[in-house]
């Protein structure tokens, strides 16, 4: 009888320390493990601006539980390099992290905005807002700082991008986007099947920034960039489009990691008018007879300092060159004829690869202000028509020259 109770005794405490040690076993290790482990939304990562650009990766960012801590992949690295890549191509765009309500969500939304940003992203292109998206998941989109939208008043146009040039410059600060691309597209396919409509591309500019350009101002400059890729590249008639310059105090300009300048975005606003009924918008035929008179009389010379390959730009040729950007325009035929000289110092042969850099550099210049380059011509003559004694430096200086003549066929 008493060996059956000591057997009793020891069973039921074999029970009782057993099913604690199990329980210890299988409790405790548990909390350790939970405590370190990564929760991950169950869909795959996916950043996408509608059909111009996707970065997708299996998997997707893994968070610690209830933690903004986190951990990438190397292919979710990838697509996120490729998203950086993506918006310094494009600096108009803005990257939206939207994030679920609370705490949590702010915080990992966050997380990935320094991620971004210290690697590379402009911090005005990457903001986080909330949504009323799945707990855990993070989800991304694509907006534009101040979207592109014109009107002809029954046909809209508008996409998420826009211009953007760099201070005191009047060249695009990156190439159209695909976006920019379709829009221009658009309006030129409105223009050409609308020929009794205008166009008037009107550019902004401050007051302070340099002009560097050819053109009267800088916001002409820039008007007449986004007009010369209509007429080049889309072959809209150039009378049905005019361009202008307009100064403003309030312009805001973006310091930006990728540049050195700091950058203006959408400074360009396209304004649409109707001519009269059963007009065309047509050509000033009485300025292109004056103009005439005036271009095909006599050449135009730019000069050089020695050795060197840069324009002199003064008032009375900013009127000239929009003058010539008219008449070639407007008249069949038309082309531009520059020919490099030089003074006789040095050789002849170094003289004449001088002469030809220099018609070459000043067709090149042309060609960015605006005039198409098959209306250009660059040759080199050397030092074989001075126009001054070379015995002086006065008479040098007058040698060293590019001439500017414009000819009709």
């Known amino acids: 009888m008493k060996n059956n109770i000591l057997f009793l005794i020891l069973g039921l405490f074999i029970w009782i320390f057993g099913g604690l040690y199990l329980y210890h076993q299988c409790c405790c290790t548990n909390s350790t ?6 929760t991950t939304p ?21 968070f610690g539980d ?32 939207k994030h679920p309500k609370g705490d949590l969500g702010a915080q990992r939304g966050m997380a990935i905005f320094a991620y971004l940003t210290t690697n590379k992203a402009a911090t005005h292109q990457v903001i986080v807002v909330e949504t009323e998206a799945e707990a855990s998941k993070l989800a991304y989109s694509f907006d534009c700082l101040q979207p592109f939208a014109a009107s002809t008043g029954s046909t809209n146009f508008s996409c998420l991008d826009n211009f953007v040039f760099e201070q005191s410059n009047f060249d695009l600060a990156v190439p ?15 223009l050409k099947e ?14 302070s920034e340099e002009n560097n350009s050819s053109a009267t101002n800088l916001g002409k400059a820039r008007a007449n960039k986004i007009r010369s890729i209509l ?22 300009f973006i310091a930006h990691p990728q540049f050195k300048k ?14 009269e009924k059963g007009k065309t918008a047509g050509v000033d035929a009485a300025r292109l007879k004056a103009l005439e008179k005036d271009l095909l009389v006599s050449p135009r010379r730019l000069y050089f300092e020695t050795g060197k390959n840069k324009i002199i730009i003064d008032t009375k040729f900013r009127t000239y060159f929009e003058n010539v950007i008219y008449y070639l325009e407007n008249v069949p035929g038309a082309s531009l004829e520059c020919s490099g000289h030089t003074d006789n110092r040095g050789n002849d042969l170094l003289n004449l690869k001088l002469a030809q850099e220099r018609a070459d550099f000043t067709a090149n210049y042309f060609s960015k202000q605006g005039i198409a380059s098959d209306k250009i011509k660059a040759i080199s003559l050397g030092e074989k028509q001075p126009i ?19 000819k009709k066929q």
């Open 33 to 38: 493990v939970a405590s370190n482990t990564m």
């Open 42 to 62: 169950t869909d795959n990562l996916q950043i996408k601006d509608a059909t111009y650009f996707e970065a997708s990766a299996p998997g997707n960012i893994k």
């Open 66 to 97: 209830e933690k903004a801590d986190y951990t990438l992949s190397e292919n979710v690295t990838s697509a996120f390099e490729q998203t950086i890549a993506y918006l310094n191509q494009h600096p108009a765009k803005v990257l939206q992290i």
């Open 176 to 190: 159209l986007s695909p976006e920019l691309n379709d829009l221009l597209k658009k309006v030129a396919t409105q």
């Open 194 to 207: 609308n020929p009794t409509t205008k166009l008037d591309i009107v550019a902004a500019y401050l007051p």
């Open 231 to 252: 007429l080049e590249q889309y072959a809209v008639p150039p009378n049905q489009i005019d361009y202008k310059g307009l100064v403003k105090d309030d312009l805001t």
């Open 262 to 275: 700091e950058l203006l975005v959408g400074p360009i606003d396209f304004l649409f008018s109707k001519q």
């Open 388 to 406: 001054q004694s070379n015995t002086t430096a006065s008479g040098r200086a007058k040698n060293r020259r590019v001439e500017i003549i414009v």
